[in-house]
């Protein structure tokens, strides 16, 4: 499965159109390595993501399309998240 159309159906993001944007501006990595939104995801493959401050790494159980929103947990396991410290560009 697209690595944009997973995040959405695990529920880790909310739309398709969000996770392919942070793929095409180079904020989401599968197995540490930058990807387009096309990048086809496995299980047990790790993806991280930045969005914000804010970056996310979980580890892919399932592929599987069809989930109910209960069972989209069983896709997913969170290994780490983290807050990014600020750097002081906007000042």
Avoid: C, H, W
């Avoid at 399309?65 to 069983?74: A, V």
Wanted: aromatic share 4%; charged share 40%; glycine share 4%.
């Amino acid at each position: 499965m697209r690595v944009d159309k997973y995040l959405k159906a695990a529920r880790i993001l909310k739309r398709r159109t969000v996770s392919r944007q942070l793929a095409e501006n180079q904020r989401i990595e599968v197995n540490g390595r930058i990807v387009k939104p096309a990048k086809e995801v496995y299980a047990g493959d790790i993806i991280t993501i930045t969005f914000g401050r804010r970056q996310m790494k979980v580890r892919v159980l399932s592929t599987e399309e069809q989930r109910r929103k209960r069972e989209t947990e069983d896709m997913y396991e969170i290994i780490e998240e983290t807050v990014l410290p600020e750097t002081g560009e906007d000042s």
